[in-house]
């Protein structure tokens, strides 16, 4: 029989995927990751996921399916790992993904190394998406509801995890799975997922950042692409590549963040055409189709995570780093994002936009 961890948020995913990995006969054990205390972050308690709340949602769907329930209390390596890296890439005028290193640094990582201290086989966690063999390797594939599919946010699974990995959710539509969680009279059935980033559950980034790292972010120019004065900014952390809303420029044409230079503290600002580029180069890949890539190969690419991959050609370059060249221009690729890469419903690997 085996013995699997399962990562409970207290949402109704993670519910489900306990449920299914029980009717398999799987030996199961739930535990929710204390990652922060919403004194913390400055919110109240009702306005965040990973909160008491959500501790006690969990419990209950774990009393419910009679399975053992922990909490890990992994906030230090949640400040470490996400917190700190998402307050120092805004710092430098990137945009990060928290969700992504959470995955790699949290759930893959120190969860899985849990698991292996209790005896477990495998961690299961509530994403939507695929786990299979191909060629005598481990590949992650998409989801069959498109829709819910994020492929995107677990590119940085290794060989070794993705073996002791189980996500039971990548075959199923979202509606079965609240139709499940209906027919198992779990509570949170109808629970809405959540749609902002964890810790910043207002959305107010800059506010957070601020907040967190004592530090105050000092006004600076919106210039345009030849370094005309156009206005001034309230703080690089403001901003982010592409961004319209909330600039107060007043211009005959609207105008949109295309790049950011902390060392300058000046926001770079144009016309949407000029968002638009066929190339950008990005590091810290991780593959998983293979061990090394081949020097030049065609795919498709995700550059965030609501964008429909598109046709590119990749080019390895030395140090790990790539070169992507898309058939059509993409609007936006914004440095921190991750592209990651296809090939139809698998995942070739993926790495940080430069």
Known sequence: MEKVLIAMSGGVDSSVAAYLMKQQGCECV??????????????????????????????????????????????????????????????????????IDCNRYLKFERLYERAQLMGCDAVVTGHYARIGQENGRWVLKKALDASKDQSYVLYSLTQEQLAHTRLPLGEFEKADTRRIAEEMGFFNARKPDSQDICFVPDGDYAAFIERTTGKTYPAGNFVDEQGNILGRHRGIIHYTIGQRRGLGIAAETPLYVKRIDPEKNEVVLCRDEALYSCALTAKELNWMAFDTPPERFRASAKIRYRHTEQPCTVTTLPGGRVAVEFDEPQRAATPGQAVVFYSGDTVLGGGVIE
Do not use: H, W
């Not at 990973?50 to 006690?56: G, N, P």
């Open 30 to 99: 739930g535990v929710t990751m204390r990652l922060f205390g919403n004194d913390d972050i400055g919110v109240s308690r009702e306005k965040s996921c990973c909160s008491l709340d959500d501790v006690q949602d969990a419990r209950s769907v774990a009393a419910k399916l009679a399975i053992p329930y922990y909490v890990f209390n992994f906030t230090g390596d949640f400040k470490a790992q996400v917190i700190d890296r998402f307050t120092s890439a805004y710092a430098c005028g990137q945009t990060p993904n928290p969700c």
